[in-house]
């Protein structure tokens, strides 16, 4: 278990990186730094751990050869915990441990309760987990459950634009918008619509 590969998982601001150990038909157990940590901070304990498991360490977004996300955009918990949704659906895991350090173990607690159907044991070191009020709970789950869903579906769809006449954006718009007025909806469409040569 001392060599390791390196994998990029491709995510709409560039890639999430991370390193693999292990058989790749082996017990999966993604594992997750803590913050301004990387991958490597698995390096010295994977050599120890049970040879028949199929170690990738990820680097979070903005850490380690993981992208940055763009230039402003902030880097929130619920962020992390889609990126692990992102790399779990490209290494098509659909059951694995979770192993996180510090902030990787908050980000692992969160997934956990949000995905508890894709992990089969949560390992934290050095993380108290991830903990809400019980009268919370119920409306949290659904509320960000469903955004990183919608999300990565959309994600996944990657339709380029369709292209319309102007009448055609209009009544588009209309249409997914019964408030507004035709008048108010060419208003938009004058600063939220782009020509192309299609349309």
């Not at 996180?100 to 908050?106: E, I, K, L, V």
């Amino acid at each position: 278990l001392g060599m390791f590969s390196e994998l990029k998982f491709p995510v709409p601001w560039g890639h999430v990186a991370a390193k693999a150990w292990g058989p790749s038909d082996g017990h999966p157990v993604l594992c997750l730094h803590g913050w301004l940590d990387n991958a490597n901070t698995f390096d010295k304990l994977i050599p120890l751990l049970p040879r028949d498991c199929c170690y990738v360490a990820m680097d979070f977004s903005g850490h380690g050869l993981s992208s940055h996300r763009p230039a402003g955009s902030p880097y929130h918990f619920l962020d992390y915990v889609t990126d692990v949704r992102r790399v779990a659906a490209a290494l098509q895991w659909r059951r694995f441990t979770l192993m996180g350090h510090s902030m990787g173990g908050a980000v692992a607690g969160m997934f956990c309760f949000l995905y508890p159907e894709m992990v089969d044991k949560l390992i934290l070191l050095e993380n108290l987990g991830f903990l809400l009020a019980p009268e919370d709970t119920e409306a949290w789950l659904k509320s960000k459950r469903m955004v990183i869903d919608r999300l990565l579906s959309l994600e996944a769809k990657q339709q380029t634009p369709k292209a319309r006449s102007p009448e055609a954006a209009l009544q588009r718009l209309l249409e997914a918008n019964r408030h507004l007025t035709a008048e108010g909806g060419a208003i938009l469409l004058q600063r939220g619509a782009t020509e192309t040569p299609a349309g």
